[in-house]
């Protein structure tokens, strides 16, 4: 915040000979005191010096010296710290200049800041107000510092406090209301700010308190909160406040316009934007404010006003970077604008920029920005000119990251997945851990390769089968050719290999003559001698540089530089033959090749004969390269619209596999998918519903006809139907364990099996579950992005199953918050005690959440697996599906033997209570049941599902007896002050808690508790 610091300046050094004047004599007054009454005092008066200062006359010559002290001893040090840091951490930041800046540059969540450096502040402010005397005008601002020092810590709560406690201490004394609001009525408006005497010159020179600055620093640490409506009052009454200081207006207006803008208001944002660039008085401020309100009116395509704004900024004379985005801006919006000649004028332009000295640093982002300004009329001139881009030396991560994500992206467009998923590779490697594309980065680089096998797989399929197709004769001739020309490329591969050698061999034998002449006449490095003239380093070594080229050349072959070079795959043979239309010869001759090369057959042995016969000649043979084909459609599909969200691919592919397969065996479910996808995307109602047509006029009988009908799956072969259970439990039992491949595996058998079953969508959000346990994906970062994408396809796909939709649309909901609550987590410990009553420190953190009521337990009985009831059996059998599907969803089981947990499940439950009521469980059990050795702790199943879990009994009877006890015991005499409404109790075995853990179904197991262990 902007503060009048011309006092810092002016203050006379006559001042600082009148404290060295002043200060013997207030030692000499203080030291007249009997030394007896000293002695006493520093023995009975423990008070910090500030209580006891305030108790004293607050003389001229006391004010003096306090003020002074205060202010360049302690203040100026401190502040002088506070903004050395966000100066450094401003210098930090590496923004994407091709998308809207953070409003500060840095950001609070990850700056990377020296918190020893902000304790260091808040400790010197600090002992500033504890030793001085509170009456001083510069204690306030001691105060802001440590609420900006906890800020930039981002420690919000202690921030907020010392804002509000600035709010309430630092008020006019003469505001009765403070007492209990902080404010008062003048001309009918609510004010609150303090009134600040701006009249004369001493007037403006004199101090202000900055309680009015805690008020927008308070504001600005509600927004880190996102506290959005709180802050809005404040503003508003801060607004129409007739004391608030007029020096304040401006920033103001930048916390108005900052709020909006993180609330990704733009419209809203550009009026206070403007007030707050015109009050501002710190150019770097207003350079950036200015670069923001550019992009805002481009956003809003006023391109003139978006290049006044660009000018503007040049006119500021920022940082280098900015001035040479600004620049790049206004290039990129003349072209826009669309004027005739306005891209060659702009690419002129740029060219001059890369020309110039003074823009070296930033010829990586000038060839970025000319490859997008051609990309969508001329993307080849676009690669070359991204290729250029990271052929510069540059230490900005960001732009190689936009780089090579502009390359990765042009080779998807064009569907080259292989050389898309190489680009993104390099793309994760390089890009910072927030960057606004993470997500689709991961994704398209973690599923492109199987996207490219799909391809690769049709068109070699193609090529066989187009090969396959030729006369006789023809074809004959054709791979004779070919396998002439492969067995020449060997040939001419295994020379240039033994050329390498025996140059490798001549330089040896030339060498050791050389070394020893040279040591003959003194040595490489003494007498005369030809190794004097040469010198020993490689690069002045002819012969040492050519054997380095031909060791090369022997290993790595005739390859053209490159990058990932050594992972390039690219023939050197070059085949000038008959080649069928439509195809290529490097695919014809990878195709032909590939059964030579898979009966293991050297490059220089290969025949006709060899390469014909992985032909598909047979009927048998062209079947099952058809087959292959319509795999690879099939699953092409499902990747494009499952796991790269591009629905308009899936939909191309499933087209092109029933014009091409029309009798394709999984065809029902091609349809209904056409139907779903369709009926996802705008104006696509006519081709959803001619799709859905089809699947209820040719299959009517189907599943996929019944999702349509009735929004439910059916199945009338019960055996059938317990087949398919079985696989089912067999896939989650998988899961459950942690085998995922296999739990996948079994899946996938079950779909090749039975087709599209009455448990398909549960099968599908197995499957979703099993990509959100093996997503690799960071989780502060756009994490488990599969897994998301994954469970909206389950929503997507059985909008009529309930049951499903909910458990998918459960999961969705704790995938989206998942980063929250990871860093919430993070910063909570809970202290439990062991079972002698000791407290530890146990890492779990706890919300106190809501939940569900349960049954009233007086009212019930539980069922048990006691040998000595007649009226129940030993063994528990879990009762046979029913028709529908099972609900709950999660398969819990019963489990006599395994060990059992007690839980009590709260709601509405404060932290003061909670934590009374694990002390007092502690404590019963230690009195009670000491020789079992029961210990409860706190858990947190979600968000909003928190518990006491009482552990380990080592069977269900041990726990069921437990359970009875408490469940008498707790209302009345353990926890009497926590209403029995509030919790709920049941039992559950260790295997069903870590199922329960895993899916977070709290009201599935609630269900199977009901239904297992309750009579009514």
């Given at each position: 915040m902007n503060r009048d610091r011309s006092l810092l300046y002016i203050i006379p050094r006559a001042v600082s000979f009148l404290l060295v004047v002043t200060c013997p004599i207030a030692v000499f007054a203080q030291s007249k005191a009997p030394v007896k009454t000293q002695t006493a005092q520093k023995v009975e008066d423990r008070r910090p010096p500030s209580e006891k200062l305030a108790e004293k006359r607050f003389t001229w010559n006391r004010k003096v010296m306090q003020n002074l002290v205060t202010r360049y001893n302690y203040y100026y040090n401190a502040k002088t710290k506070l903004d050395g840091v966000v100066k450094n951490i401003a210098r930090q930041g590496l923004d994407n200049y091709n998308d809207l800046l953070p409003f500060y540059p840095y950001s609070l969540q990850d700056q990377g800041l020296n918190e020893n450096e902000l304790d260091s502040v808040i400790l010197k402010a600090s002992v500033a107000i504890q030793i001085h005397d509170p009456r001083g005008k510069w204690i306030d601002d001691c105060y802001l510092l440590i609420g900006r020092a906890y800020f930039y810590k981002s420690d919000w709560e202690n921030a907020r406090k010392t804002f509000q406690f600035m709010n309430r201490s630092f008020a006019p004394k003469k505001k009765e209301a403070y007492n209990t609001v902080v404010g008062s009525a003048?001309?009918?408006?609510?004010?609150?700010?303090?009134?600040?005497?701006?009249?004369?010159?001493?007037?403006?020179?004199?101090?202000?308190?900055?309680?009015?600055?805690?008020?927008?620093?308070?504001?600005?640490?509600?927004?880190?909160?996102?506290?959005?409506?709180?802050?809005?009052?404040?503003?508003?009454?801060?607004?129409?406040?007739?004391?608030?200081?007029?020096?304040?207006?401006g920033d103001l207006a930048e916390v108005r316009a900052y709020s909006f803008y993180k609330q990704g208001m733009y419209a809203e944002t550009m009026t206070p934007l403007r007030t707050a660039i015109s009050a501002s008085d710190n150019r770097e401020s207003r350079a950036r404010m200015s670069f923001i309100l550019g992009q805002l009116y481009a956003r809003q395509l006023q391109a003139d006003s978006a290049m006044d704004m660009f000018r503007e900024v040049i006119r500021q004379k920022p940082d280098p970077m900015m001035d040479f985005q600004a620049r790049v801006q206004i290039a990129r919006l003349n072209v826009q604008d669309g004027k005739p000649g306005s891209l060659e004028s702009s690419m002129a332009a740029l060219r001059k920029m890369a020309k110039k000295e003074r823009y070296i640093p930033f010829r990586d982002a000038i060839y970025y920005t000319m490859a997008d300004l051609v990309a969508a009329k001329d993307p080849d001139a676009a690669i070359k000119f991204l290729m250029q881009s990271l052929k510069q030396e540059s230490n900005n991560p960001m732009q190689k990251t936009l780089s090579f994500k502009a390359v990765a992206d042009i080779y998807y467009n064009q569907r080259q997945y292989r050389q898309a998923k190489d680009y993104y590779d390099s793309t994760a490697t390089v890009m910072p851990q927030d960057f606004a594309d993470a997500g689709v980065v991961n994704v398209r680089k973690a599923v492109l390769g199987d996207v490219a096998t799909r391809v690769d797989a049709i068109e070699r399929e193609d090529s066989l089968q187009h090969i396959a197709a030729m006369p006789e004769t023809?074809?004959?001739?054709?791979?004779?050719?070919?396998?002439?020309?492969?067995?020449?490329?060997?040939?001419?591969?295994?020379?240039?290999?033994?050329?390498?050698?025996?140059?490798?061999?001549?330089?040896?034998?030339?060498?050791?003559?050389?070394?020893?002449?040279?040591?003959?006449?003194?040595?490489?490095?003494?007498?005369?001698?030809?190794?004097?003239?040469?010198?020993?380093?490689?690069?002045?070594?002819?012969?040492?540089?050519?054997?380095?080229?031909?060791?090369?050349?022997?290993?790595?072959?005739?390859?053209?530089?490159?990058?990932?070079?050594?992972?390039?795959?690219?023939?050197?043979?070059?085949?000038?033959?008959?080649?069928?239309?439509?195809?290529?010869?490097?695919?014809?001759?990878?195709?032909?090749?590939?059964?030579?090369?898979?009966?293991?057959?050297?490059?220089?042995?290969?025949?006709?004969?060899?390469?014909?016969?992985?032909?598909?000649?047979?009927?048998?043979?062209?079947?099952?390269?058809?087959?292959?084909?319509?795999?690879?459609?099939?699953?092409?599909?499902?990747?494009?619209?499952?796991?790269?969200?591009?629905?308009?691919?899936?939909?191309?592919?499933?087209?092109?596999?029933?014009?091409?397969?029309?009798?394709?065996?999984?065809?029902?479910?091609?349809?209904?998918?056409?139907?779903?996808?369709?009926?996802?995307?705008?104006?696509?109602?006519?081709q959803a519903n001619r799709y859905k047509d089809m699947v209820l006029s040719q299959y009517g009988n189907t599943n996929f006809a019944n999702i349509i009908r009735f929004g439910a799956l059916k199945d009338v072969d019960e055996e059938k139907k317990q087949q398919i259970s079985t696989a089912y439990d067999s896939a989650y039992v998988a899961y459950r364990s942690g085998r995922y491949e296999l739990a996948l595996e079994r899946k996938r058998q079950a779909d090749s099996t039975f087709g599209f079953n009455y448990l398909q969508p549960k099968f599908d959000l197995l499957e979703a579950m099993v990509i959100i346990k093996t997503?690799?994906?960071?989780?502060?970062?756009?994490?488990?992005?599969?897994?998301?994408?994954?469970?909206?396809?389950?929503?997507?796909?059985?909008?009529?199953?309930?049951?499903?939709?909910?458990?998918?649309?459960?999961?969705?909901?704790?995938?989206?918050?998942?980063?929250?609550?990871?860093?919430?987590?993070?910063?909570?410990?809970?202290?439990?005690?062991?079972?002698?009553?000791?407290?530890?420190?146990?890492?779990?953190?706890?919300?106190?959440?809501?939940?569900?009521?349960?049954?009233?337990?007086?009212?019930?009985?539980?069922?048990?697996?006691?040998?000595?009831?007649?009226?129940?059996?030993?063994?528990?059998?879990?009762?046979?599906?029913?028709?529908?599907?099972?609900?709950?969803?999660?398969p819990y089981k019963l489990s006599a033997t395994n060990p059992h947990f007690v839980v009590l499940s709260f709601k509405r439950v404060s932290k003061v209570l909670l934590d009374e009521g694990l002390d007092k469980f502690t404590r019963y059990n230690a009195a009670r049941h000491a020789a079992d050795h029961i210990e409860v702790g706190s858990f947190v199943l979600s968000p909003t599902e928190v518990m006491l879990v009482f552990r380990l009994f080592p069977d269900e009877n041990k726990a069921?007896?437990?359970?009875?006890?408490?469940?008498?015991?707790?209302?009345?005499?353990?926890?009497?002050?926590?209403?029995?409404t509030d919790y709920s109790m049941f039992v559950i075995s260790r295997d069903n808690f870590i199922l329960l853990n895993s899916t977070k179904d709290l009201q599935g197991y609630v269900e199977f508790f009901d239904k297992n262990y309750i009579t009514q």
């Amino acid at each position: 915040m902007n503060r009048d610091r011309s006092l810092l300046y002016i203050i006379p050094r006559a001042v600082s000979f009148l404290l060295v004047v002043t200060c013997p004599i207030a030692v000499f007054a203080q030291s007249k005191a009997p030394v007896k009454t000293q002695t006493a005092q520093k023995v009975e008066d423990r008070r910090p010096p500030s209580e006891k200062l305030a108790e004293k006359r607050f003389t001229w010559n006391r004010k003096v010296m306090q003020n002074l002290v205060t202010r360049y001893n302690y203040y100026y040090n401190a502040k002088t710290k506070l903004d050395g840091v966000v100066k450094n951490i401003a210098r930090q930041g590496l923004d994407n200049y091709n998308d809207l800046l953070p409003f500060y540059p840095y950001s609070l969540q990850d700056q990377g800041l020296n918190e020893n450096e902000l304790d260091s502040v808040i400790l010197k402010a600090s002992v500033a107000i504890q030793i001085h005397d509170p009456r001083g005008k510069w204690i306030d601002d001691c105060y802001l510092l440590i609420g900006r020092a906890y800020f930039y810590k981002s420690d919000w709560e202690n921030a907020r406090k010392t804002f509000q406690f600035m709010n309430r201490s630092f008020a006019p004394k003469k505001k009765e209301a403070y007492n209990t609001v902080v404010g008062s009525a003048e001309n009918d408006h609510i004010s609150i700010a303090t009134k600040e005497k701006r009249k004369g010159v001493i007037g403006r020179l004199k101090h202000k308190s900055v309680r009015n600055d805690a008020f927008l620093w308070n504001a600005r640490t509600l927004l880190e909160e996102k506290e959005y409506d709180e802050v809005q009052s404040l503003l508003n009454v801060l607004e129409a406040d007739p004391n608030f200081p007029r020096r304040l207006k401006g920033d103001l207006a930048e916390v108005r316009a900052y709020s909006f803008y993180k609330q990704g208001m733009y419209a809203e944002t550009m009026t206070p934007l403007r007030t707050a660039i015109s009050a501002s008085d710190n150019r770097e401020s207003r350079a950036r404010m200015s670069f923001i309100l550019g992009q805002l009116y481009a956003r809003q395509l006023q391109a003139d006003s978006a290049m006044d704004m660009f000018r503007e900024v040049i006119r500021q004379k920022p940082d280098p970077m900015m001035d040479f985005q600004a620049r790049v801006q206004i290039a990129r919006l003349n072209v826009q604008d669309g004027k005739p000649g306005s891209l060659e004028s702009s690419m002129a332009a740029l060219r001059k920029m890369a020309k110039k000295e003074r823009y070296i640093p930033f010829r990586d982002a000038i060839y970025y920005t000319m490859a997008d300004l051609v990309a969508a009329k001329d993307p080849d001139a676009a690669i070359k000119f991204l290729m250029q881009s990271l052929k510069q030396e540059s230490n900005n991560p960001m732009q190689k990251t936009l780089s090579f994500k502009a390359v990765a992206d042009i080779y998807y467009n064009q569907r080259q997945y292989r050389q898309a998923k190489d680009y993104y590779d390099s793309t994760a490697t390089v890009m910072p851990q927030d960057f606004a594309d993470a997500g689709v980065v991961n994704v398209r680089k973690a599923v492109l390769g199987d996207v490219a096998t799909r391809v690769d797989a049709i068109e070699r399929e193609d090529s066989l089968q187009h090969i396959a197709a030729m006369p006789e004769t023809e074809r004959q001739a054709f791979l004779e050719d070919m396998a002439a020309n492969i067995r020449k490329a060997a040939e001419e591969k295994r020379k240039a290999a033994a050329e390498a050698a025996g140059d490798n061999r001549s330089y040896n034998d030339n060498n050791t003559l050389a070394m020893n002449g040279a040591f003959a006449q003194g040595g490489p490095n003494g007498g005369s001698g030809p190794a004097d003239s040469q010198g020993d380093w490689y690069f002045y070594n002819a012969a040492s540089k050519s054997s380095g080229y031909s060791e090369f050349k022997r290993r790595w072959g005739n390859r053209q530089p490159g990058d990932n070079w050594r992972r390039s795959q690219q023939s050197s043979v070059n085949f000038a033959g008959n080649q069928p239309e439509g195809q290529t010869t490097d695919s014809l001759m990878a195709a032909a090749s590939a059964p030579g090369e898979a009966a293991g057959l050297p490059p220089d042995s290969v025949t006709a004969q060899s390469l014909a016969t992985g032909l598909p000649l047979t009927p048998d043979k062209l079947e099952q390269s058809r087959n292959i084909q319509m795999d690879a459609w099939f699953e092409l599909g499902k990747l494009y619209h499952d796991k790269l969200d591009a629905t308009e691919l899936a939909i191309e592919a499933y087209d092109t596999l029933l014009y091409r397969f029309p009798d394709h065996p999984r065809k029902p479910e091609v349809l209904y998918s056409l139907y779903v996808w369709h009926g996802s995307l705008k104006n696509h109602t006519a081709q959803a519903n001619r799709y859905k047509d089809m699947v209820l006029s040719q299959y009517g009988n189907t599943n996929f006809a019944n999702i349509i009908r009735f929004g439910a799956l059916k199945d009338v072969d019960e055996e059938k139907k317990q087949q398919i259970s079985t696989a089912y439990d067999s896939a989650y039992v998988a899961y459950r364990s942690g085998r995922y491949e296999l739990a996948l595996e079994r899946k996938r058998q079950a779909d090749s099996t039975f087709g599209f079953n009455y448990l398909q969508p549960k099968f599908d959000l197995l499957e979703a579950m099993v990509i959100i346990k093996t997503d690799t994906t960071d989780v502060l970062t756009d994490s488990l992005f599969l897994g998301k994408k994954a469970v909206e396809a389950v929503i997507n796909k059985y909008p009529g199953n309930e049951d499903v939709r909910k458990q998918a649309e459960a999961l969705l909901d704790a995938l989206n918050r998942k980063k929250e609550l990871v860093t919430y987590l993070a910063q909570l410990q809970l202290q439990k005690r062991d079972s002698g009553g000791t407290m530890v420190d146990e890492d779990i953190a706890i919300r106190y959440p809501w939940q569900t009521p349960r049954p009233n337990f007086d009212s019930v009985q539980l069922k048990r697996n006691n040998p000595t009831d007649p009226t129940v059996t030993a063994d528990v059998k879990v009762a046979p599906p029913p028709l529908k599907p099972v609900k709950p969803l999660t398969p819990y089981k019963l489990s006599a033997t395994n060990p059992h947990f007690v839980v009590l499940s709260f709601k509405r439950v404060s932290k003061v209570l909670l934590d009374e009521g694990l002390d007092k469980f502690t404590r019963y059990n230690a009195a009670r049941h000491a020789a079992d050795h029961i210990e409860v702790g706190s858990f947190v199943l979600s968000p909003t599902e928190v518990m006491l879990v009482f552990r380990l009994f080592p069977d269900e009877n041990k726990a069921l007896d437990y359970f009875d006890e408490i469940r008498v015991e707790a209302p009345a005499n353990i926890i009497p002050r926590i209403r029995p409404t509030d919790y709920s109790m049941f039992v559950i075995s260790r295997d069903n808690f870590i199922l329960l853990n895993s899916t977070k179904d709290l009201q599935g197991y609630v269900e199977f508790f009901d239904k297992n262990y309750i009579t009514q």
